[in-house]
């Protein structure tokens, strides 16, 4: 049997956490963890890896890009997928150049959204480390 996947859903919304961990979880192949925000995401990483992080753009005081910035700083290579309603192409390619591995718009399909994580996860596996 496979170990399932582990993910750090980072949120501010109470709702879209709980959501991601229910469509996740029903799923049957994936074990959720989550937190509110940027520093709460930061202070779990410090003693926990997980396989893949689903980061909230829009976030008060630490957004999604400045938390993905600080775990890039201190040398943590945990693949990142922003999700987001800021969907335009620029903003997708400036996530992608940042070194997200995908984007998943908000608000998602809760029947597609563990198909979408399989496939992004996928995907990083393909990834050479290191490059944005």
Known sequence: MKQP???????????????VQ???????GFTIDACA?????LAFLAHTRPDLILLDVMMPGMDG???FAAMKQTGMNVPVV????RVRGAEVSQYLD????????????????AGEV??????SLAKPPGLA
């Open 22 to 28: 229910l469509c996740l979880e029903m799923d049957g």
């Open 118 to 123: 399989r496939q992004l996860w996928s995907a």
């Open 65 to 67: 890009p400045a938390t």
């Open 98 to 113: 940042m070194g997200a591995v995908g984007v998943v718009p908000k608000p998602f399909d809760p029947v597609t959204l």
């Open 37 to 41: 925000g940027g520093a709460e995401a």
């Open 82 to 85: 922003f999700m987001t309603a």
């Open 5 to 19: 996947l582990h993910i750090l859903c980072v949120d501010d919304e109470d709702d879209i956490r709980e959501v």
